[in-house]
């Protein structure tokens, strides 16, 4: 069983040993996250007839730790440092992430000046004790941390990636006194040099904590007192899982865990189907993710950013350094809200009507106009056949909601204003790809878009025509490919560690000792989740020219470093930076900061597609008017329902495509095919039916 609670809407998908999709469901999640799960997995398992003690496996995602970030509903933190380095927080990176903006708004540090303590003690940059922790202090720091009604406390001393000591010192000597007091260390959370990174991480973690581990506690024991027998693991952020515990311990990790399945759903999908360059484009009701994946692997970063305070603007954002998988991620769901401003202009997210009330079409007291609202006007939602008939569509309340939060300011009928949003919504998306692309040197034109959520299939033609994308594949169950892709996902654990060498210098009896520790750390999380089966290990150093201030990603070999492989080091570290920046620099020292390791269970092998002989032009159910999203005319559109459609049937736009929990739209200017997987095909044509 795989749970994915998102802003609007939780799925459930349930497979069995060959993973053969036995059932799946598409419900609106609530005021409290684990209700709206057991009600789900207690749909899922009745479609399929079987029992909760049946379930083997259960894999859970949740944006709650997203959310909780965003909207600022964590504990109250204090953060601890170093005497001398109270100000890091206010410090920053010493920059404005817009220089000329005269009104900036800086990020919100979520620990204010008043709750930032310090503490005298100070260890080297290679991890000597130049100053002891000072213990004398303790009781006027827990005086202090009374007296700001702290919940939670994140410890980040200097240099503590080096030498832990003087952090789990002081976090023991302060559970003493306060045992029920929530505590972060950054050489747990995050043990990496640049403080200011590694200080945010720890606050951001300590944040989340205590929510997050009541929230956990609570899920496991309302599916234990259901009747699931067998452990729960939880979706990460990096595209693995982890173990409720230490999910509790580091739910930072769990930040983006829901979009992160969406991007190994489309990896696999990739992988099974022969894409080797894709844009995975995942629209749920709240939000878009855009992420793209090169080779059958998404593109993955050391560090994001949470809660810009400016929109698409690096530097805007919370910084936080854990393996995540890189995506854009835009205000622009089904849910989104549109809005005409004083100036006249039309705006769409990225607050969200969410599940409660949700879309005026929903008929459940949403009055504002969303982008559902705007492509059930257009036609382009089938209200008999929407959500298997378990929710009704109010086409009137849609009609209302957009005349008299858009339409009469612009001076538009309903069908005008759902157009306009439709425009607005889909060229963000677009242009959010865009940028995106051109940010990591990429080009889209040459991917293909591998469209899921309950959203994307509807809009994927309209945002591919705008991205300059020509193929699209649709996998079977988008509307709950994150979810699926949950099952998809290894039991995983990776660890960063800052250990700063030289090249011709390197002490590899060190760096040996520094991989064994990592790797039993790491081993011994993804034993608890999988205890039996074959892992597999990598090893990766960050490598730099003396000076820079960023690193590059080499892989090592799954072994100890020895002194012969200096010069295949720097080699590949050469052979990658000519790569990346045209040329490599002789002569230059060549400095390792960061050491990594990675350790995963087996991914699952994919049977190939046996592509079908035959083709045939199925019938459609019936036709229906839709606005044509290429003339901008009204014309009829064939319906097809894709449980009747097979492997080899192709059909030309417009049409739609109809499934329980999403619509596929064939526009105008593309044609859709079956393939043998069942995946659905769009390319793009002319509107006269030539393929370019």
């Not at 749920?284 to 855009?290: E, I, M, S, V």
Request: proline share 5%; glycine share 10%; hydrophobic share 45%.
């Amino acid at each position: 069983m795989a749970v994915d609670i998102g802003g609007t809407f939780t799925d459930m998908v349930l497979v069995d040993d060959d993973n053969v999709i036995l059932a799946t469901a598409k419900t609106p999640t609530t005021v409290n996250p684990t209700a709206g799960a057991l009600a789900g997995v207690r749909q899922v398992i009745a479609d399929a007839a079987v029992d909760i003690g049946d379930i083997a496996g259960f894999i859970h995602g949740t944006t709650l730790a997203t959310n909780a970030l965003i909207e600022r509903r964590g504990a109250t933190v204090a953060g601890i440092t170093t005497a001398g380095f109270r100000d890091i927080l206010e410090i920053g990176y010493e920059r404005r992430y817009s220089q000329y903006e005269i009104n900036i708004e800086k990020p919100d540090p979520i620990v204010p000046r008043a709750r930032c303590f310090t503490i005298a003690e100070r260890v080297s940059v290679r991890g000597d004790i130049i100053e002891p922790l000072a213990e004398d202090a303790i009781d006027s720091l827990i005086s202090a941390l009374d007296a700001s009604a702290s919940q939670a406390v994140a410890i980040c001393l200097l240099h503590a990636y080096a030498n832990p000591s003087h952090e789990q010192r002081l976090r023991d000597l302060l559970l003493e006194r306060r045992p029920g007091l929530s505590v972060s260390l950054s050489s747990e959370v995050s043990p990496e040099a640049r403080e200011y990174a590694r200080l945010c991480t720890t606050i951001a973690n300590a944040y989340i904590q205590p929510l997050m581990s009541a929230y956990l506690t609570d899920f496991a024991e309302n599916f234990a007192a259901e009747g699931l027998a067998c452990p729960i693991l939880m979706m990460t952020a990096g595209g693995g899982m982890s173990t409720v515990e230490i999910a509790a311990r580091f739910p930072i990790r769990l930040v983006e865990s829901g979009p992160a399945g969406g991007a190994i759903f489309a990896a696999r999908v990739a992988e099974r189907s022969g894409c080797e360059r894709v844009l995975s484009f995942d629209m749920g009701g709240t939000t878009a993710k855009l992420c793209l994946i090169d080779d059958y692997r998404p593109q993955t970063a050391r560090q994001f950013e949470v809660s810009r305070a400016a929109r698409f603007i690096k530097g805007s954002g919370l910084p936080v350094r854990v393996p995540v998988v890189e995506m854009i991620e835009i205000g622009a769901g089904g849910g989104s809200l549109a809005s005409v401003d004083r100036l006249g202009r039309l705006s769409v997210g990225p607050k969200s009507a969410g599940s409660e009330p949700g879309p005026a079409a929903f008929g459940k007291g949403g009055a504002e106009a969303t982008v559902t609202d705007a492509d059930v006007v257009l036609g382009l939602i089938d209200p008999e056949a929407f959500a298997e008939g378990r929710l009704s569509i109010d086409v009137a309340a849609a009609e209302n909601a957009l005349l008299s939060n858009v339409g009469e300011a612009l001076g538009l009928d309903a069908s005008g204003a759902a157009e306009g949003v439709s425009q607005i919504v889909d060229e963000s998306m677009a242009s959010a790809g865009r940028m995106h692309a051109v940010e990591s040197g990429k080009d889209l034109g040459e991917r293909t878009m591998i469209a899921f959520g309950g959203n994307g299939p509807l809009h994927a033609t309209r945002v591919a025509r705008r991205a300059g994308v020509s193929h699209i594949l649709i996998p079977r169950d988008p509307g709950v490919g994150s979810a699926v892709g949950f099952l998809y996902a290894p039991v995983s654990f990776e660890i960063v560690h800052s250990r700063y060498a030289t090249l011709d210098a390197l002490n590899t009896d060190d760096i040996n000792g520094l991989f064994q520790a990592m790797l039993a750390d790491a081993e011994e999380v993804v034993r608890a989740g999988a205890p039996e089966g074959d892992l597999v290990r990598q090893r990766t150093a960050f490598m730099r020219y003396h000076g820079q201030g960023h690193e590059i990603e080499i892989a090592l070999a799954d072994r100890d470093v020895a002194v012969g492989d200096i010069p295949t080091l720097r080699a590949a570290f050469e052979t990658e930076y000519r790569r990346q920046f045209s040329r490599a620099v002789p002569g230059m020292i060549i400095e390792i900061l960061n050491w990594a390791v990675r350790v995963s269970t087996v991914a699952q092998t994919l049977p190939s597609i046996v592509q079908p002989i035959k083709t045939r032009q199925p019938e459609p159910r019936h036709s229906r008017p839709i606005l044509c999203d290429v003339t901008g005319a009204t014309v009829p559109a064939a319906v097809f329902y894709r449980s009747e459609l097979g492997p080899g049937d192709r059909l030309c736009g417009p049409a739609l495509i109809v499934e329980p929990q999403t619509t596929t739209l064939v526009s105008r200017d593309f044609a859709a095919q079956i393939d043998g997987a069942g995946n659905l095909l769009l390319n793009r044509i002319d509107p006269q039916g030539v393929q370019p």
